[in-house]
């Protein structure tokens, strides 16, 4: 059977993006035709491949078999045609568009732009929030880089990479009247804390930590981001409990001392997501190997 080849770059886009919308922007097509090629698609293979649904397009069984052959026979023909374009970070000239969530932003963002400032001057960053939905950055369309943060249940087109762990501490006030060189369970409890509520997993992460070791807060103020964080501490008696790398930026600053959570609360993780169509493309190789060692060097 002769089949014709044209046609599995769209298969593989689709089951990529489960949209015919989003495939059809990505491959530069009209809806139209790619409707068009799906027919082929459906007939040359024999099987309805993509069944509308609310939120998009559900494969096949066959769609499911069929995919991994397809895709990793392109994807080996992409290494063979991009491992020939050597990606220079001293000559690029581009605009890159990542979602950090407000964490990465205050931690890893400062430390980004000081390498791309080094290493790829020409390489302009820009930021996009990421809350708690994927959708909003543009990474599942592949319109953003990257997304770094806490990242759970990712869809399908999306390949999400751990890099890094963080762990929680307390700062209050240096002089503060009741706590010293440690707190306490019973003054943790016994404190009024400060809470930052950004969009997104962390504080469900907080929160769970707190109630995995019965550990209660007498939460009196909440804010939407780290920043604001000094000035509140600096002049209360409150609490706040904090990511250690913010903790770390944050021990600078005279008014403030950084101790130990009263209980283990363990860690949480940093990721890293992007679409699967950046696998083999060897700038976004390069500029996520660099976010990975900047996230570790920290």
Known sequence: ???????????????????????????????????NALARLRTMLQDPLF??????????????????????????????????QAFDPSRADHIVTIAPNSYVEFVLVPALVARL????????????????????????????????????????????????????AC?????????????????????????????????????????RQGLKRDVVASVTHFASIPEIVAATDYCATLPQLICRRLSQDARLKVLPTPVDLGTFPLHIAWHVRYRQDPAHTW???????VARSL
Do not use: C, W
């Open 117 to 168: 400032s080094a290493l790829a001057p020409g390489i302009r960053l820009r930021t996009l929030p990421y809350g708690t939905d994927l959708t909003e950055t543009g990474v599942i369309s592949g319109n953003t880089a990257m997304a770094l943060g806490r990242i759970n249940d990712a869809p399908d087109n999306l390949v999400v990479q751990h890099v890094a762990d963080d762990g929680l």
């Open 1 to 35: 059977m002769r089949y014709d080849l044209n046609l599995l770059p769209i298969f593989v886009a689709l089951m990529e993006e489960r949209s015919v919308t989003r495939a059809a922007d990505r491959l530069g097509m009209t809806q139209a035709a790619l409707s």
């Open 171 to 211: 700062v209050v006030r240096a002089d503060h009247p009741v706590v010293g060189s440690r707190i306490t369970r019973a003054q943790y409890e016994g404190l009024r804390h400060v809470n930052v509520m950004p969009p997104g997993r962390l504080r469900a992460g907080l929160f769970q930590a707190l109630e």
């Open 51 to 84: 069944i509308r649904e609310r939120y998009g397009m559900r494969p096949t069984a066959k769609a499911e078999a069929l995919a991994p052959t397809l895709a990793q026979a392109l994807a080996a023909m992409d290494t063979v045609v991009l491992g020939q």
């Open 287 to 293: 500029l996520r190997t660099l976010v990975a060692e």
